[in-house]
């Protein structure tokens, strides 16, 4: 039997001593590395006011660049997602070791005791870097054999102890207020001998799977002509004037005998609810995509090393602007309320310089 990957040297390739060990210029230099490349040349910056890459003036005291063009003085985290963060450059690089390597995430609870800091300090941190993996999200049309299908969240209620005073939980009337539905749309690898199952994974939210948005969220995340397999459900129906689609009744087989399954969608679920129960245990609808583009990115780079990663997820970080909606958060700038359909997606940030698609 072949050895998981996860279990091999080859995955192993960083430690968290390798990178509390750094000192701060190498520190700076791997950000650096990561921002603007060449980092053996400390003053090749691009300055984030006028985005004009030259050799700036290095402050070497206050580890800061200031701008030959526009006399604008900046750091390793102006313009990006860590801006206005007060956390110390190692604490920035062990937060996002541990956020990498974790396969189902990491509790803003069980990283604030990495950290030492406070439970809000690593929750905002944990949502930042979520933020940046959704808004650097590759919206390219999937090709090929797409697997779609829903699962349903914030819809448990809890039965009442005694019988008389228990609901029937099925009823759209006594449904709860904040169900929402995960849509998944999974591509399946053309070479299934080198990666297994899908390489390419694009989440969306919606109320629930009805026809409208199932069929706009398709046209927009799934390239023409290309073979979508999903269950039974009655909002995949009119696809099938516009791609080869292919079902499968649950009620009876989960792989038909010709092969038919949606199981890649599937899989995800089954960690996106393990996700949930196992570790964050709660998502607010409006958080919600957070936690969904980070389950698809685990499941994208599953089979990567911690290394590449830590590598992955500090390009997005440094790629991504200031976030709108967590800076100031606990002071009162709260997240708006949830977006539902293609609303959904980030794709105004995906369409901008800022967020150019990072390896």
Known sequence: MAQHFRLSAAARRLSSDGLALLSDAEMLALLKQARWGNAVEMNDVVCPHCQIRHHAYFISTRKQWQCKHCQYRFSIKSGTIFQNTKLSLKQILIAVYYFSINSKGISALSLSHHLGVQYKTSWALLHKLREAIEKTQDFTPLTGIVHIDGCYVNHYIRPKNFKHRRIDRRKKR???KDKA???VFRQQAANQEIIKGADRTL????KEENAD??????????APNSTICADENPAYDGLAFHYDLWRVNHSQEYCSIDG??????????ARFRRMIMGVYHKMGNNYMMHYA?????????RYQSDKDKFDNVLKRCLKARPSRDLTGYWQGNKKPTARFGLESLCLEASNDNQYLAVA
């Open 203 to 206: 989440v969306a939210l919606v």
């Open 181 to 183: 539905c995960v849509m």
């Open 213 to 222: 948005d199932t069929f706009a969220l398709t046209h927009r995340l799934v």
């Open 293 to 301: 583009n980070e389950a698809a990115w685990r499941e994208d780079f």
């Open 260 to 269: 038919i399954t949606n199981n890649l969608a599937e899989s995800f679920f």
């Open 174 to 176: 006594y449904q709860r």
